[in-house]
Structure formats: structure tokens, C-alpha cells
């Protein structure tokens, strides 16, 4: 399975609580689509939130997304880590 790293803009000032309650909303309803969302963090200051998962494709990560409320705004493939 691929890996994606989503990007969100416009969260300013979220706080903890309100990363997890959107994680949480993804986390219901991934496996529909065959999402795995691994891990999320914020910036409250800039707004902005990054979102890694694994799924079999960019589309299906956004479908959840949008679904949960929170569309992504950028989601990049990972294909190299170390």
C-alpha cells in the first residue's frame, strides 16, 4: 500500500483536542476506503496540519477526508523514506 502525506491550511488555532477529534472523525471511516491514517500533526499558528497515511490512492484519502468535514487541500505520495 502507498503512503500520502495530506495537507491541510486554515486551522488556525486548533488545538490538541480539535486534531484528534478530526483524526477520530477519519479514523470511523477509513477502512471504507481502505485507508490507513497513521499519524497527524498541527501547527495552531500557521494553521496548517499534516495527515500521513497509507491507502491505495490520493482520491481515497481525500474521499475521507471530505467526508469527515476537512478536505485536504495538497496530498503528495511518499515513495522514498529512510
Known amino acids: 500500500m502507498a503512503q500520502f502525506m495530506d495537507v491541510h491550511h486554515g486551522m ?13 472523525a477519519d479514523l470511523a471511516i477509513q477502512g471504507e476506503e481502505r485507508v490507513n491514517f497513521m499519524q497527524a500533526w ?8 499534516y495527515c500521513l497515511s497509507e491507502a491505495p490512492s490520493a482520491e481515497a484519502v481525500q474521499r475521507i477526508h471530505e467526508r469527515a468535514g476537512h478536505p485536504a487541500d495538497e496530498i503528495h505520495a511518499v515513495p522514498l523514506q529512510v
Open 42 to 49: 498541527a501547527d495552531p499558528a500557521t494553521g496548517v496540519v
Open 12 to 24: 488556525v488555532g486548533i488545538t490538541a483536542e480539535g486534531l484528534k477529534e478530526a483524526h477520530d
